[in-house]
Nanobody
């Protein structure tokens, strides 16, 4: 069994910063890729950033220059550092994890979502 938990959201003023964490725990053997998504009220979910096990990183255009994704393999945790936040960044941020999970008869590739963390940017 694998659990994926996001943390670090909150209320911040425009121009402020937050660091989100996405931690995978349980029967994780290895992580292939982790992507951060966000969804604002009344809007479609959109991908924010993604990081792969080979070090490859990709950002949405709105995130370039303001957000940084990084990982700590020892902790099975991926971070999203968000700087110069704007009101339009207000959303629920969730992470999606592609991983190899240890199961009873070996290993299996699985995909998990966390429950999300609210980010509100407001003065």
């Amino acid at each position: 069994q694998v659990q994926v938990v996001e943390s670090g959201g909150g209320l911040v003023q425009p121009g402020g910063s937050l660091r989100l964490s996405c931690a995978a725990s349980g029967s994780v053997f290895s992580i292939y890729a982790v992507a951060w998504y966000r969804q604002a009220p009344g809007k479609k979910r959109e991908r924010v950033a993604e990081i792969h096990s080979d070090g490859g990183i990709d950002y949405a255009d709105f995130a370039k220059g303001r957000f940084t994704i990084s990982r700590d393999d020892a902790k099975n945790t991926v971070y999203l550092q968000m700087n110069n936040l704007k009101p339009e960044d207000t959303a629920v941020y969730s992470c999606n994890v592609d991983l190899s999970e240890t199961i009873r008869w070996g290993r299996a590739s699985r995909n998990y979502w966390g429950q999300g963390t609210q980010v509100t940017v407001s003065s």
